[in-house]
């Protein structure tokens, strides 16, 4: 057991790993694109017959075959803030075995390695969108589906291995003034982002600090715009 003074939670060895593998899938996804794009034709089809046919075409450039790397970096720094909200702690001396520190800990190691996931699965689709575009024809493989499928078990795994890893929260002193409403937990003068509730059963946020109303309103925002841009770009 070790006492520290930071204003972070140091990131599991996982969490480094897995960081340094998001960053060099990016730039061997980025190294690919750039490669292949002479190669590419000059109009890239983009709409196709039910038999696989194109009958829709977009002029070649940059932002469009890159557009997997794009999609990359947004997974990439949207996550990565993920992670940085969850270990920061106000300066002040903590125990890194902690069970709040174990838990911030673990959710970010788990919300890194989500991110791994994604980022991998990106590149591979700028391998299946360079194939569809250099042979003209619909579909991005069977292999696509393969690997997204795969992704939604590796997901899974993460988040079961996520939740046994944050454990139960140890039980405080029930202190009235610390909570709003019953059941939300606001006090400034707590570090810890994680807390136990009320009955000791699970973790909730405290809200007394700044960064877990950024953490939360963070996750509302990628809920709510994510899916709306997504969906204005496939009407488009």
Known sequence: MSVMTASMVAPTPVTRTAVRLMILIILLSMLFLVVQYPSLPWLLPVHFKPDGVPNGWQYKTAARVLMPVLVQLALALTLGAITALLLSRNRSAHDDQ???????AAAAEAVTLIAVIWVAFQGYAAVALVRMWMTERGGLGPWYIYAELFG???TGIVAARAHA???RPAPRPFVPHHWRFG?????????????PTRDGSRWTLNFGRSVAVALLGFIIAIGIIGPTVILGLALR
């Open 98 to 104: 902690a069970p709040d520190v174990r838990a911030a």
């Open 165 to 167: 890893h944050v454990g």
């Open 183 to 195: 059941e939300l937990y606001a006090n400034p003068s707590d570090p810890a982002l994680f807390v």
């Open 152 to 154: 939604l078990v590796l």
